[in-house]
């Protein structure tokens, strides 16, 4: 990417998409097109068509979907499937047909199914049945990598798929009805120590183990694969290390200075056993994370903190 390219973020409100948009902005690149999901509904194939053509971009970074944890992706499985798939259908094609130099698509570890070994390869793809309460999401991302690799064989075009890990950050999701693991924990852990609660309730056994890489460096590792990786197969992104949820609690725990009681609700679920990614093809393209799990937890509980407000609407 030149320095003056014309670079469309799609969901740069998000916690990707704005961590994409400070790295790049970090990297004195300027001119950035960005559109909020008012200005651009991406289900609207017409409205994405008419952007297209008319701003051209030269790189897209796809960070734009419907997201959410296991509660959500269970209940919402028809708008966790459909959303998706027509977001990223609508946005990939208009990319091709606007002859965009470089798209970058970004997916979920979810897309991997349930019982893989571990870590988890890039080739482990479609080798076995998904986890049941993300599969509709799992199954829209996995569509995304696919369309990205039938362009790249029927076109030639170069868009690539990255696989992120659990991410956490900036500007995270902490509506407890739909948000993510860590987020859900700190702004949990944070009411009860205002409350003084004797207690924090923590769903399932904590015994599955996850991964967590901080956004910031997701944004570093896009923008090295976007200037660095043409190839046709998916790229994991993470750390390459994971903890117990029961680690993850009591570091949440400690950051927050909640200093009560954790009690595990064990009839709810636990989700996959474990997710780790196996980032050895990244490590070996020259990048690796640089912002560990207790700084990363306590740069978010900061955040929460300053933002309060804004994320407990």
């Not at 998409?17 to 400070?22: F, K, L, N, Q, T």
């Not at 094609?93 to 130099?101: D, E, I, Y």
Request: aromatic fraction near 10%.
């Amino acid at each position: 990417m030149e320095k003056g390219s014309k670079i469309y973020i799609a969901g740069h409100r998000g916690m990707v998409g704005s961590a994409i948009a400070r790295g790049l902005a970090k990297k004195g690149f300027e001119n950035i097109v960005t559109r909020t999901s008012a200005e651009l509904d991406l289900r609207n194939q017409q409205a994405v068509v008419d952007f297209f053509a008319e701003e051209k971009p030269d790189y897209v970074f796809l960070a734009a979907a419907k997201v959410g944890g296991i509660l959500a992706n269970n209940i919402y499985r028809a708008e966790f499937l459909y959303d998706n798939l027509i977001m990223e259908s609508n946005v990939i094609n208009s990319a091709h047909v606007n002859g965009v130099k470089k798209l970058m698509f970004l997916g979920s570890s979810c897309i991997y199914p349930k019982l893989a070994p571990q870590p988890l390869r890039e080739d482990y793809l479609l080798t076995g049945l998904l986890e049941e309460t993300n599969e509709p999401y799992a199954i829209a991302k996995i569509a995304g990598i696919k369309l990205c690799e039938a362009y790249h064989d029927q076109y030639g075009s170069n868009f690539i798929s990255v696989m992120p890990t659990n991410l956490y950050g900036y500007g995270d999701n902490y509506d407890l009805n739909n948000s993510h693991v860590l987020p859900a924990l700190i702004r949990k852990f944070h009411e009860a120590k205002e409350e003084n609660k004797p207690f924090v309730e923590a769903w399932g056994t904590g015994s599955p183990k996850r991964e967590f890489l901080f956004a910031d460096d997701l944004a570093e590792a896009c923008l090295f694969l976007m200037e660095t990786y043409n190839g046709r197969e998916l790229v994991n992104i993470g750390t390459g290390e994971d903890l117990a949820i029961k680690e993850l609690t009591e570091l949440v725990a400690k950051t927050t200075g909640f200093e009560g009681e954790i009690k595990w609700d064990t009839t709810k679920p636990d989700g996959t056993p474990r997710k780790l990614m196996d980032v050895s093809k990244l490590h070996g393209l020259g990048w690796k994370h640089t912002i560990e799990l207790p700084e990363g937890v306590s740069l978010a509980y900061q955040d929460f903190l300053k933002n309060q407000e804004i994320y407990t609407v």
